[in-house]
C-alpha cells in the first residue's frame, strides 16, 4: 500500500522567508518515484519535479530545493525567499516503478504575504 | 498545442442527469487517468487506462464510467449525479514507467463539476 502525508494543512509567511513543505512517504516498493506539483489559484496542475527513489541527490532549481531522505521517507521542498506568486496549493506524489499508480498527499496551501 | 485537454472546464447540472467530461491527450502516452478533487482539494486517483486497457479501478460509484476509444481519449461518464459528486475532476496522462526513463503525468486543467 502506498500513502502520502502532507502533516502541514496550511502554512503562511511573509514574502522574503525561507519556508519548507514536508513529505513523507510510505511503500512497499524497493523503487519509486516521487513527485511535487504546484496547484496555484487559476487551478491547474504544475508538475516541479520527479525523483527516482534510487537518485538520493539533493535538486536546486532557482529558489526550489528538495531534499530527499530515503531513510526516513521524506521528500521534503524548500522555496528560499518566498514571493506571493509562490501562493498555492502544493502535492507531494509516489508513484511506484512498476506501474502508473501515482498517489498524491492532502497538499499544503502556502499563502505568502506582502 | 495543449498537451491534455478537457472539456467543459466548467459543468453546472441538475441532480440526476448523465454528463460526459471528454479528455484527450497529444503526448503519445500510453496510460491515462482521472483524478478527483474535492473541496478540501485532496486528490484522489479514480480510474487507470493504459493502452485502452483499464488498470486501476478504485473504489467509485459505478455511476462513473470512464470510456476510452483509443490511447489518446479517455472520457467520463457520469449518471444520475447526486450533490457529492461535485468536484474538479482532473485527466492526466502519463508515459509506460517500464518504457520510459522520464515520467511524469502531465494533467488537464481540470473541470469544475457543480450538482445542483
Known amino acids: 500500500a502506498q500513502k502520502v502525508t502532507q502533516a502541514q494543512t496550511e502554512i503562511s509567511v511573509v514574502e522574503k522567508e525561507d519556508v519548507t513543505l514536508d513529505c513523507v512517504y510510505e511503500?512497499?516498493?524497493?523503487?519509486?518515484?516521487l513527485f511535487w506539483y504546484k496547484q496555484p489559484p487559476s487551478g491547474e496542475l504544475v508538475f516541479l519535479i520527479r525523483?527516482?527513489?534510487?537518485?538520493?541527490q539533493n535538486e536546486i532549481s532557482g529558489r526550489y530545493s528538495w531534499n530527499f531522505q530515503k531513510s526516513t521517507s521524506s521528500f521534503n521542498f524548500t522555496i528560499t525567499a518566498s514571493q506571493v506568486v509562490d501562493s498555492a496549493v502544493y502535492f507531494c506524489?509516489?508513484?511506484?516503478?512498476?506501474?502508473?499508480?501515482?498517489?498524491f498527499g492532502a497538499g499544503t496551501r502556502l499563502t505568502v504575504k506582502p | 498545442d495543449t498537451a491534455v485537454s478537457q472539456t467543459p472546464k466548467y459543468l453546472v447540472t441538475q441532480m440526476g442527469n448523465d454528463k460526459s467530461i471528454k479528455c484527450e491527450q497529444n503526448?503519445?502516452?500510453?496510460?491515462m487517468y482521472w483524478y478527483k478533487q474535492d473541496s478540501k482539494k485532496f486528490l484522489k486517483i479514480m480510474f487507470s487506462?493504459?493502452?485502452?486497457?483499464?488498470?486501476i479501478n478504485e473504489t467509485v460509484p459505478n455511476r462513473f464510467s470512464p470510456k476510452s476509444p483509443d490511447k489518446a481519449h479517455l472520457n467520463l461518464h457520469i449518471n444520475s449525479l447526486e450533490l457529492g459528486d461535485s468536484a474538479v475532476y482532473f485527466c492526466?496522462?502519463?508515459?509506460?514507467?517500464?518504457?520510459?526513463?522520464?515520467?511524469?503525468?502531465?494533467f488537464g486543467q481540470g473541470t469544475r463539476l457543480t450538482v445542483v
Open positions: 492526466a496522462s502519463s508515459q509506460e514507467v517500464m518504457r520510459a526513463v522520464n515520467t511524469e503525468a502531465f
Open positions: 511503500t512497499r516498493d524497493t523503487t519509486y518515484y
Open positions: 525523483r527516482n527513489s534510487f537518485d538520493e
Open positions: 506524489a509516489l508513484s511506484p516503478y512498476n506501474n502508473n499508480d501515482m498517489r
Open positions: 503526448l503519445g502516452h500510453d496510460t
Open positions: 487506462y493504459n493502452n485502452k486497457e483499464l488498470i
